[in-house]
């Protein structure tokens, strides 16, 4: 096989890793809200995100063409991006509570016309960003792990 069918095969590849990880997205924050309300209509109660340990304000839903996890071993990790009608501060504010309640530390954060939430917990790393576009509140969920336990994990794999 030549350099290109090489690259060309490593391409798809990837390709079909990154389907894999959209394909297991969760149905829309939106949907799973009325499903767990039995159908009804009106406000949309908060659910937690792809990532268990991440609740998603009400009334968000999940892009998926956009939003992308991976998942391999005991690693998860990816963005998630929701859109929705909501103020900035509150959107912030429930992040911040949510958050520390489910044992995430908060770091640090920034704010300027984007705010950045920056939260630690268990050899993880989460950045949330939260802007206003088109009248709509814009929410990017970045899960990763920290560089610690990243290199413990190739530690672990190059044994094996």
């Given amino acids: 096989m030549g350099k290109k069918g090489l690259i060309w095969s490593l391409a798809i590849c990837i390709l079909f890793m990154f389907s894999i990880g959209c394909a297991e997205l969760t149905k829309s924050t939106k949907t799973e809200g009325a499903k767990a309300e039995g159908g009804k ?31 391999s071993h005991n690693l998860r990790m990816g963005v998630l991006y929701y859109s929705g009608r909501a103020e900035l501060p509150e959107v912030v504010d429930f992040f911040k509570e949510n958050m520390k309640n489910d044992g995430w530390e908060l770091l640090n954060s920034f704010r300027h016309k984007t705010y950045i939430l920056n939260f630690v917990k268990k050899g993880r790393n989460c950045i949330i960003t939260v802007e206003k576009k088109g009248g709509k509140a814009d929410i990017q969920i970045w899960m990763g792990p920290l560089q610690k336990k990243l290199e413990s994990t190739k530690k672990k794999l190059r044994r094996r």
Avoid: Q
Avoid at 48 to 61: L, N
């Fill in 41 to 71: 209509a009106g406000k949309v109660s908060p659910m937690y995100s792809e990532f268990k340990d991440v609740m998603i304000p009400p009334d968000m839903e999940l892009d998926r063409n956009e939003s992308l996890v991976y998942e």
